[in-house]
Antibody
Framework: EVQLVETGGGLIQPGGSLRLSCAAS????????MSWVRQAPGKGLEWVSV???????FYADSVKGRFTISRDNSKNTLYLQMNSLRAEDTAVYFC??????????WGQGTMVTVSS | QTVVTQEPSFSVSPGGTVTLTCGLS?????????PSWYQQTPGQAPRTLIY???TRSSGVPDRFSGSILGNKAALTITGAQAEDESDYYC??????????FGTGTRVTVL
């Protein structure tokens, strides 16, 4: 079955770090563009970061310099390393496979809460 | 900073037609932005409806269609059904690896 499963969310204090994982099955992560998208409680969707199949990475201004997207080809898994976390980073984080510059497969999301 | 604008809300009668739009705070939307559309119900992951302006994703009913209307991307629901009551988001590719979601439109069917 083709699917994405995110893990790693939780409660973290401001200034802390967290790493999210997105395990893929049914397709090869490294052959696809892969993104992270987040949604703060009661708010809209916000694109966070993308890793292209050639390894190039891009970030939204709101997370640039604090978040790092990466992948482990041996585990067929995408990651999001989040440092210097702020209250405004509180959100459900979705990973998504991309095709034709759109998001064609979504995970179920993992909740990150930044609070003291 | 680029803002992608959508109507906050729309109400449509069952069987009716509604057109949602996706615009730019400055400039016009064209096919070069590869507009795509997503449907989301509370507590669920988004569902992909339309990509590359007007291509329906697999399994999406043909009552959903995408287009460029004037200087905006548009999503039209023709013959709305109760299950279409959701939030709808567009996404534009801004180039240089940057994607921007629209502000979202809540559609009520009543």
């Amino acid at each position: 079955e083709v699917q994405l499963v995110e893990t790693g969310g939780g409660l973290i204090q401001p200034g802390g770090s967290l790493r999210l994982s997105c395990a893929a099955s049914g397709f090869i992560v490294s052959s696809n563009y892969m993104s992270w998208v987040r949604q703060a409680p009661g708010k809209g969707l916000e694109w966070v970061s993308v890793m292209y199949s050639d390894g190039s990475t891009f970030y939204a201004d709101s997370v640039k310099g604090r978040f790092t997207i990466s992948r482990d080809n041996s585990k067929n898994t995408l990651y999001l390393q989040m440092n210097s976390l702020r209250a405004e980073d509180t959100a459900v984080y979705f990973c998504a496979r991309m095709a034709h510059d759109s998001f064609d497969l979504w995970g179920q999301g993992t909740m990150v809460t930044v609070s003291s | 900073q680029t803002v992608v604008t959508q109507e906050p809300s729309f109400s449509v009668s069952p069987g009716g037609t509604v057109t949602l739009t996706c615009g730019l705070s400055s400039g016009s939307v064209s096919t070069s932005y590869y507009p795509s559309w997503y449907q989301q119900t509370p507590g669920q992951a988004p569902r992909t409806l339309i990509y590359i302006t007007n291509t329906r994703s697999s399994g999406v009913p043909d009552r959903f269609s995408g287009s460029i209307l004037g200087n905006k991307a548009a999503l039209t629901i023709t013959g709305a059904q109760a299950e279409d009551e959701s939030d709808y988001y567009c996404v534009l590719y801004m180039g240089s690896g940057i994607y921007v979601f629209g502000t979202g439109t809540r559609v009520t069917v009543l």
